[in-house]
């Protein structure tokens, strides 16, 4: 799994995102770019924003039980797999803001380096080694952006 923590890793990533167009239209699935850039925002609002609720008893049971080790480990995600309700972006958004939202999301993270994120607790898994944060945020834009074709 290559290190978003890295800067040639996060230039790489970013240099992806750069090649997104409006009018990008994704190999497999259904949202749009606009769509999945925002969906790829909400890795990033977890964990530096207070805006989603926090999942409390059954449930964050359920998710650190369940779909925590998806989520963290090196195995890739399936094409076209489930997504969480809070992941779920159905309306259009404006491309050039959730691109803008989410390259200064990847620099943030990437800045503040992986010795940051080791042992962070997440808004659903609990705490997290500084692999499992790196699995959780490479993979899935790396997932999303293989899905747009860049």
Not at 33 to 62: I, R, S
Not at 123 to 129: A, P, R, T, V
Request: charged share 30%; hydrophobic share 35%.
């Amino acid at each position: 799994m290559k290190n978003i923590f890295d800067k040639t890793i996060t230039a790489e990533v970013l240099e992806r995102i750069n090649k997104l167009q409006p009018t990008t239209s994704p190999i497999w699935g259904k949202m749009s770019c606009d769509q999945m850039l925002a969906h790829c925002n909400v890795t990033y609002e977890l964990d530096f924003e207070d805006k989603h609720p926090k999942p409390k008893g059954f449930m964050k049971w359920m998710l650190k039980t369940f779909i925590k080790n998806t989520v963290v480990s090196e195995k890739p995600y399936k094409k076209n797999g489930r997504t969480a309700p809070v992941f779920l972006i159905t309306n259009e958004k404006d491309f050039h803001l959730e691109k803008d939202r989410l390259t200064a999301y990847i620099i943030k993270t990437q800045e503040l380096g992986s010795d940051y994120f080791d042992q962070k607790e997440s808004h659903s898994f609990g705490k997290l080694s500084k692999t499992e944060w790196n699995n959780m945020f490479y993979k899935h834009i790396d997932h999303h952006l293989t899905q747009f074709g860049v």
